[in-house]
């Protein structure tokens, strides 16, 4: 089942589904992934064999190709190499098991060495048992993997930073003295931005993938859009639980000028997408857009990300605020108004020349 989140006190109106095309331009950058040893990681839960073993000769395993050699059959499937450490297991006792199992041989690149893993045996079904068996290993780990990537709506337009940058001072003059209000949760004036959904790429292959499907994108993109960037105004600000007095994030509320759907359209499009080719796990029925501009997370680590939502904030230790009197003061705050005309496939814990995210892709509205 799916969750549901807290709707805004204003829901946006008017959808519109049109469709065009529009350019885009892709920018990569190596994403660096923290490698471990293995011999120190935990024993892992072994997914043992499938109730049924009786797989047909002539088996592929959907996605990977299983090739017929002198020596009997070969496939090779690609896996990150921050991964390998869940099939060799704790002294290598997942991957003996596997071969075990399945009368195969495993062959995994050295640690830290970006590759494919090879599984040869001298049956096809053999191979295919032991191709599957590492998949459900594979994606059972990928999912606890932090997320490295997002796609995100910049805010960061000049005018969109001194309303905020006069937000910030303004508050911290008026309501310093309510419950945890002070400067190091506000966010940071370079990194407002919408987030529409996190991922976790743990390859250049997955970052190079990602940026391809933001491009597949581009159809809707300015279908939607109409070839134009989209006129947006940052305007009033809510809070996403209960009770006002003991708040974690404020968020700025951001509409499309004319009221239109276009912009939840375009993030619920894109979620759709990424879901669908397997980069994203949906976590709402829509998108929920907002701009944070104050999360007590930013009062421990500058540099925390806020990925889009309610149950995301993962910090067991949390001083809430009390956002009464923000709210009373600003709550129709005017942040200012702006074009947008880009979405990002931002990099998490990055900064560019800008102050803003590092981007390893995007697409331009017009």
């Given at each position: ?90 002294k290598g006792e997942t991957r003996r098991r ?248 931002s990099q998490r814990y990055s900064t560019d ?14």
């Amino acid at each position: 089942m799916k969750k549901t989140q807290p709707l805004p006190l204003e829901t946006l109106k008017n959808k519109n589904t049109q469709r065009r095309t529009v350019t885009a331009i892709m920018i990569y950058r190596r994403n660096i992934i923290k490698e471990e040893h293995y011999e120190e990681e935990e024993d892992f839960s072994y997914m043992g064999p499938p109730e049924s073993e009786d797989l047909a000769e002539d088996e592929t395993c959907d996605t990977h190709f299983i090739e017929h050699t002198d020596k009997g059959y070969r496939c090779a499937i690609d896996v990150p190499s921050v991964l390998y450490k869940y099939i060799i297991g704790k002294k290598g006792e997942t991957r003996r098991r596997l071969e075990f199992d399945t009368k195969t041989s495993i062959s995994i690149p050295k640690q830290g060495v970006e590759g494919q893993i090879v599984i040869t045996g001298s049956q096809k079904a053999a191979v295919s048992s032991a191709v599957t068996r590492v998949e459900v290993l594979v994606e059972s780990f990928r999912k606890k993997q932090p997320f490295t990537h997002f796609l995100s709506l910049p805010l960061n337009d000049p005018k969109i930073q001194e309303g905020f940058l006069r937000f910030k001072d303004e508050v911290l003059q008026q309501c310093s003295q309510d419950h945890g209000v002070e400067g190091s949760i506000f966010q940071n004036p370079a990194k407002l931005h919408l987030t529409v959904g996190t991922m976790a790429l743990l390859n250049d292959v997955e970052v190079r993938k990602a940026c391809e499907h933001l491009q597949e994108c581009q159809n809707f993109i300015r279908d939607i859009t109409e070839g134009k960037p989209l006129p947006l105004e940052v305007t009033g600000i809510e809070y996403m639980n209960d009770d006002p007095a003991m708040v974690d994030v404020l968020y700025a509320k951001v509409n499309v000028k004319d009221r239109s759907d276009k912009l939840q359209v375009i993030a619920d499009r894109l979620v759709e997408h990424f879901v669908s080719v397997g980069l994203m796990v949906r976590e709402w029925d829509r998108v929920k857009l907002h701009g944070t501009v104050m999360n007590t997370l930013f009062r421990k680590d500058s540099t925390v990300e806020d990925t889009g939502g309610p149950g995301r904030q993962t910090m067991s230790e949390r001083e809430a605020f009390d956002a009464r009197n923000i709210l009373k003061k600003f709550g129709a705050h005017c942040f200012g108004e702006f074009q947008l005309n880009t979405v990002l496939l931002s990099q998490r814990y990055s900064t560019d020349c800008t102050g803003y995210y590092t981007s390893a892709g995007s697409i331009n509205f017009s």
